[in-house]
């Protein structure tokens, strides 16, 4: 049993160790990264990951017209936030969400015969329409629309993407 056990162990430490290099693994251990099997790290050299995700949202007025899009930034304040910082756990869930959904639209979405259904049914769509439904609308709103920006590189060489863009949906 002890050797059973270690063995599982070894072959999932084999894994992990091949998911952080580039090679023809990648179509086989791929499916395993959607379901949070095999880690991913990558915030050390030769390739540091220099990409972070903004949500911004925009309301839809009753007269048909459109607002401006605006940041859902959390707030970042208090005594404690060094020890506390529930912004940055706020944050964390948001890249996860990202994640997972981006995992799902490269894995799962291609093999399906209605991929929006799928993404848009999924958790952590769900999740970020819960995150962009909560924050306050203008008095006039009746729909509310939100957009995942990905923003990569550092300094002067950054660059934004389109990440996710929903569908406009219902505020009552």
């Given at each position: 049993?002890?050797?059973?056990?270690?063995?599982?162990?070894?072959?999932?430490?084999?894994?992990?160790?091949?998911?952080?290099?580039?090679?023809?693994?990648?179509?086989?251990?791929?499916?395993?990264?959607?379901?949070?099997?095999?880690?991913?790290?990558?915030?050390?050299?030769?390739?540091?990951?220099?990409?972070?995700?903004?949500?911004?949202?925009?309301?839809?007025?009753?007269?048909?017209?459109?607002?401006?899009?605006?940041?859902?930034?959390?707030?970042?304040?208090?005594?404690?936030?060094?020890?506390?910082?529930?912004?940055?756990?706020?944050?964390?869930?948001?890249?996860?969400?990202?994640?997972?959904?981006?995992?799902?639209?490269?894995?799962?979405?291609?093999?399906?015969?209605?991929?929006?259904?799928?993404?848009?049914?999924?958790?952590?769509?769900?999740?970020?329409?819960?995150?962009?439904?909560?924050?306050?609308?203008?008095?006039?709103?009746?729909?509310r629309q939100f957009m995942i920006l990905e923003t990569r590189g550092f300094g002067a060489a950054r660059t934004m993407e389109l990440g996710i863009l929903s569908n406009p949906h219902r505020l009552d």
């Amino acid at each position: 049993m002890t050797a059973a056990v270690l063995m599982v162990l070894g072959l999932w430490f084999l894994a992990s160790v091949a998911t952080q290099i580039p090679g023809p693994w990648a179509r086989v251990l791929g499916p395993l990264a959607v379901f949070g099997v095999l880690p991913g790290v990558a915030f050390f050299a030769p390739e540091p990951v220099d990409v972070d995700y903004h949500l911004v949202i925009r309301d839809f007025l009753d007269d048909g017209r459109s607002g401006p899009w605006r940041e859902l930034v959390p707030e970042r304040t208090g005594r404690w936030r060094a020890l506390w910082n529930v912004a940055k756990r706020d944050h964390q869930a948001m890249l996860t969400a990202v994640a997972s959904l981006a995992s799902l639209q490269q894995w799962v979405a291609p093999n399906a015969r209605t991929p929006d259904v799928i993404i848009q049914l999924s958790l952590p769509y769900l999740f970020l329409l819960h995150v962009a439904l909560r924050a306050p609308c203008a008095p006039a709103a009746r729909e509310r629309q939100f957009m995942i920006l990905e923003t990569r590189g550092f300094g002067a060489a950054r660059t934004m993407e389109l990440g996710i863009l929903s569908n406009p949906h219902r505020l009552d």
